[in-house]
């Protein structure tokens, strides 16, 4: 369940909440079904290894993308929005990793009457490796409104 966070409870430096998945065949099925994603690279380990991975297939990365959505969503709550993201693919998301989506506030300002935060993401693997390193943007009510 979401929280609402308000712009006077942020500072630069804070984190944002960690949110993880373990992802396997079962994560990055439901992921291909809803976005018509059935890829072969991700759903068979001998194409998985044809496309040069060898322990076989492995994880989409906007899948990765989603799971920063669904964190920052999960931490701002209900009465802000993502203004942006943008990220990078640098690992690949192996079978059975645990990604865990970090961020730190890297800055908090009022741009035309709207409470931004600006954070720096990054999914990380279970061994603590970057994969997906990046940035977001949420506007955030402010408690004074």
């Known amino acids: 369940m979401a929280n609402n966070v308000y712009f006077e409870d942020v500072s630069v430096g804070d984190k ?11 994560n990055w099925n439901r992921y291909a079904a809803v976005n018509d994603e059935f890829v072969y690279i991700h759903m068979d380990d001998e194409a998985g290894r044809k496309g040069l991975n060898e322990q076989g297939a492995f994880g989409m990365g906007n899948l990765r993308y989603a799971y920063i959505v669904n964190a920052l969503q999960s931490w701002i709550g209900d009465e802000a ?4 993201i943008g990220c990078q693919f640098r690992a690949i998301n192996q079978k059975n990793d645990v990604l865990t989506v970090v961020g730190t506030v890297t800055a908090t300002e ?5 409470h931004r935060i600006t954070l720096d993401i990054d999914v990380v ?5 970057p994969t997906c390193p990046g940035h977001a943007i949420v506007a955030v009510p402010s408690r004074a409104a």
Do not use: Y
């Open 16 to 26: 944002l909440p960690e949110w993880s998945r373990k992802t396997d065949f079962m």
């Open 81 to 84: 929005e993502v203004r942006e």
């Open 110 to 114: 009022v741009v035309d009457g709207e």
């Open 125 to 129: 693997n279970q061994k603590g490796e």
